[in-house]
T-cell receptor, first 112, second 115 residues
């Protein structure tokens, strides 16, 4: 069985400041982990993925995430927030039978 | 082509109507998915097709009927829906690989309103 916990339902930052979205996972095997972003009334876009290669994963739009097995974490970071980063972010664990387990989501607000 | 397309973008239907949602991908993916997403919630898996055969049905009511006519197309037929079925319906596809945790590519969704 696997599960995902996104530790913050809402994060608010100022434009130009760092972003940290936190995610902890539970999995009975070596997981595949993803971060997806969803802008209002849009589909989900893959930001980055971890599939047992490098533990520091770089994604699109300046985002990156670090896989820490000892902490069962996969936090998403970005050095400098942009207004266009305002969206819902989902941390996701890949499992067997092609099923994905989604976290509840973190709404990122970027203030000017 | 690395895109999943969905039509229509928006759909309003009455409870007695019959309508269909369509999804298409040309990435050669052999797994395709339907999800339902309510406001401020993560997507919920409804159906999975692999090699054009239904492999997972997450106990979805029979008023939702999926169909996979070929490896590029996925339909969701709707009949006698309820107002609580109003949601964003997302289609996704992924390659079939041995390793676990398949990255899924999502379409933009169909916003369904049931009156």
């Amino acid at each position: 069985a696997q599960s995902v916990t996104q530790l913050d339902s809402h994060v608010s930052v100022s434009e130009g400041t760092p972003v940290l979205l936190r995610c902890n996972y539970s999995s009975s095997y070596s997981p595949s982990l993803f971060w997806y972003v969803q802008h209002p009334n849009k589909g989900l876009q893959l930001l980055l993925k971890y599939t047992s290669a490098a533990t520091l994963v770089k994604g699109i739009n300046g985002f990156e995430a670090e896989f820490k097995k000892s902490e069962t974490s996969f936090h998403l970071t970005k050095p400098s927030a942009h207004m266009s980063d305002a969206a819902e972010y989902f941390c996701v664990v890949g499992g067997s039978n092609y099923k994905l387990t989604f976290g509840k989501g973190t709404l990122l607000t970027v203030n000017p | 082509d690395t895109e999943v397309t969905q039509t229509p973008k928006h759909l309003v239907m009455g409870m007695t109507n019959k309508k269909s949602l369509k999804c298409e991908q040309h990435m050669g993916h052999r797994a395709m998915y339907w999800y339902k997403q309510k406001a401020k919630k993560p997507p919920e898996l409804m159906f999975v097709y692999s090699y054009e055969k239904l492999s997972i049905n997450e106990s979805v009511p029979s008023r939702f009927s999926p169909e996979c006519p070929n490896s590029s197309l996925l339909n969701l037929h709707l009949h006698a829906l309820q107002p609580e079925d109003s949601a964003l319906y997302l289609c996704a596809s992924s390659p079939l690989q041995r390793e676990l945790g398949h990255e899924q590519f999502f379409g933009p969704g169909t916003r369904l309103t049931v009156l």
